[in-house]
């Protein structure tokens, strides 16, 4: 199974035994003063949705309860409970949808990768492709499967406070931002300090899709995009709270890049450490 994979395909194989779709919606309302409150796409999902589908929850279940910051890597155990809840396991191959612009489907594609589990592909256009392509939509709860989830974690995968530090002024490392320009630059907020990271390149993950159809890019424009991280051995992404990083990496993983690193905290945690760096501009 291709990493990316369109309507047509899916609506193809969606009755084979071993393939679970996982929607993975999450909603960020912004509301006064900026202040933005996370919202399960729970109920988006329950009113009609790709049939035989499941919800996977990064907000709760997929996210650590204790983490400090949101959507903070779960544990392995946590995540293989998660998983076997949702029928994903040995022997099974997996589709990852959201309404949105991707990066909550890449994100669970990232997880399952940081998990050891390689069998998972992206839906390309997420939910606007399913129905603009005529695909059924269901309002009916997938029948439970059981499967058995054996966690094998790739710490390679996930980039640390500490290991951005060490990146800074390394010729060898490409720090990419996901986040859109204008906060790059730190012109606008939205974290405890503005700014980006010094000498990281901004590659919004929104400008990898078409913004009509919200599929990704071809492989020549996304490497025409990403061009400065594909010269470099080690490539690091990281955005607000490492959701639209995993949007970066995915595409530079459909370029032939499976070593990237997403720092996972991002500017939730390097911007609230008045001792780390920030730069502003360009």
Not at 163 to 191: F, K, M, W
Not at 217 to 236: C, F, M, N, S, T
Request: aromatic share 8%; with cysteine.
């Amino acid at each position: 199974m291709d990493l990316l994979v369109d309507a047509d395909w899916l609506a193809a194989e969606l009755e084979a035994p071993d393939l679970r779709v996982l929607e993975c919606t999450v909603y960020l309302d912004r509301g006064p003063g900026d202040e933005i409150t996370v919202r399960s796409g729970f109920a988006e999902w329950r009113s009609g949705h790709i049939p035989g589908s499941a919800f996977a929850d990064l907000v709760v279940d997929l996210s650590d309860p204790g983490g400090a910051f949101r959507f903070t890597l779960p544990s392995p155990a946590r995540f293989a409970a998660a998983m076997e809840k949702l029928g994903v396991g040995d022997g099974t191959r997996v589709v990852l949808y959201d309404r949105s612009t991707a990066m909550w489907a890449t994100r669970l594609w990232w997880l399952l990768r940081v998990f050891g589990f390689d069998e998972a592909a992206v839906l390309d256009g997420g939910w606007g492709a399913w129905t603009a392509a005529g695909g059924a939509v269901s309002a009916e709860p997938p029948t439970p499967r059981a499967a058995r989830f054996v966690p094998h974690p790739r710490p390679e995968l996930v980039a640390t406070k500490d290991d951005v530090v060490a990146s800074l002024g390394n010729e060898e490392t490409c720090i990419v931002n996901a986040l859109p320009e204008s906060q790059h630059r730190g012109e606008d907020g939205g974290y405890p300090r503005r700014g980006h990271i010094p000498g990281a390149v901004n590659v919004p993950a929104r400008t990898l899709l078409d913004p009509q159809t919200q599929r990704f890019l071809p492989p020549a424009v996304l490497a025409e995009r990403l061009g400065r991280a594909l010269d470099r051995p080690h490539v690091i992404t990281y955005c607000g709270g490492g959701i639209a990083a995993t949007a970066d990496a995915f595409a530079l993983a459909l370029l032939g890049r499976q070593d990237v690193t997403v720092y996972d905290a991002s500017l939730l945690e390097w911007a609230s450490d008045p001792a780390l760096p920030l730069e502003v501009g360009d």
